[in-house]
């Protein structure tokens, strides 16, 4: 149950402040710029791993808890709860941010800026790569105390470079939430599917060069 509530915050600050910023970028005519969207979204999954890494393991994204789910490293009964967790924090948040800011058409949906497939393909190595620095550095003693930055930091530079084409979700939970609230389907699929494929490429990498 604490892991739970963990990952319920944890979800709840990142799609609370990573949209939120694309909201606040949006009604102040640009006011934090592509760039500040990029740091706050690196700079919240950093407070978050670092809080509840201990924890829950701060996964706040149901792609690399499927991951995690694919080795041993995570009970596998825990799957299904973390990912519940996941949705209702990411829906939280999207709730709160529609009731702040009710005039925003889409509250920070991630949508394709081109080509669905494009974007479809991108998510994928965003993903795959955030993973693997994951389970790299998350899983190796000598490197586990700096896993809230590396993995932040993998997050800011995704975002910052791909983030204008694809969104740079890696994330199906902070895409489903702001896309429900605002009832803003289009492409989601793409935003659920690519990330849990890259996460799960990553997962069988990094056992095979574990191995």
Known sequence: MKK???????????VFCGPGAIVINDLTDGSMGHVGIAITFGLIVMAMIFSFGSLSGAHI???VTIGFALTDRF????????IMAQ????????????FLFPSHPNLGTTLPQGSEMQSFVLEIILTYFLMLV???VGQNEETRPYTAIAVGGTVLLEAMFAGPICGASMNPARS???ALVAGELTSLWL????????????????KFLRE
């Open 75 to 82: 009970k596998k009964s825990d799957l299904f709860p973390y």
């Open 176 to 178: 489903i939430g702001p």
């Open 4 to 14: 739970c509530i963990a990952e319920v915050i944890g979800t709840y600050a990142l």
């Open 87 to 98: 949705l209702a924090g990411a829906l939280l948040a999207a709730a709160t941010l529609k």
């Open 134 to 136: 994951i389970l790299f």
């Open 61 to 63: 994204n149901p792609a």
């Open 191 to 206: 935003y659920i599917v690519a990330p849990v494929v890259g996460a799960v490429l990553a997962t069988f990498t990094w």
